[in-house]
Every structure is written in C-alpha cells, then in structure tokens.
C-alpha cells in the first residue's frame, strides 16, 4: 500500500517540547513546514466526526499544528535572510499563515513582515 500523507519531521515534533529553536536555520525548508502544516490543516476542517470523542480529537489535532506552524514563523523570524530567495520565503510563509480576526500589532505574522523589511534593508545596504 503507497501512502501520499505528509511525514512529520522529527524536527517539527521536538519544536513542541523545545520550542522554535529545534527548527532548522533553512527558510526554504520552514517554507515547506508551513506547506506541509496548511495541507493537514484543510485536511482536518474537511473531515466529519461521528462522534464527540472524534471531534475533540481532531480538534486537540489542529491545536498541535496551529503551535507547530507558529513555532515554524517564529523561527523564520528569527532568521536573517541572506539572499531575495530567502526573503520571498518569508513572505510566502507570512501569507501562509493568513491574518487572524483579532490581531494585533505584535503578531507572528506582523513580526515576520517587520524582519522581511529589515532583511531588504541590510540587503540593499550590503549591494550598495
């Protein structure tokens, strides 16, 4: 039997014990994290639950991978980007994680657009 679900990388699992820092330094491989993340999350919002027991089940599911994709932005925030590839991953997993009704201003997701903004600024100081 050929499986096509997604393998959680160990360094995902250890990031919800050890926070964001047991994540890779790569942005790319972030990047595919929070792909990886957002596929099991409209996975989970797809399924029906027969029962109450299954539901809060799933539920305690999409809590864990709303952590693990927060630990993911977290650790993309704290990464310099070294080259353009490496700011428009930031960006793509900025609009990854979509803007939540009640934001605010120190959010994840704002806190990775100002680190984007000062990779570009060091960037454009280094090129010139």
Do not use: F, H
């Not at 790569?26 to 639950?49: C, N, P």
């Amino acid at each position: 039997m050929v499986t096509t679900e997604p393998k959680i990388d160990y360094r995902l699992v250890r990031a919800l014990g050890e926070g964001s820092q047991a994540l890779p330094g790569d942005i790319r491989a972030l990047l595919g994290y929070v792909a990886m993340i957002g596929t099991l999350l409209e996975e989970k919002a797809t399924e029906l639950e027969p029962s109450w027991e299954q539901a809060c089940a799933v539920a305690a599911e999409v809590e864990t991978l709303q952590a693990l994709e927060l630990a993911v932005a977290e650790r993309a925030i704290a990464l310099a980007a070294d080259s353009l590839e490496a700011v428009r991953s930031k960006l793509a997993i900025w609009e990854a994680l979509g803007p939540d009704a009640d934001e605010q201003p120190g959010s994840a997701r704002n806190r990775l657009v100002l680190s984007v903004m000062a990779d570009l600024e060091r960037l454009g100081r280094s090129a010139g």
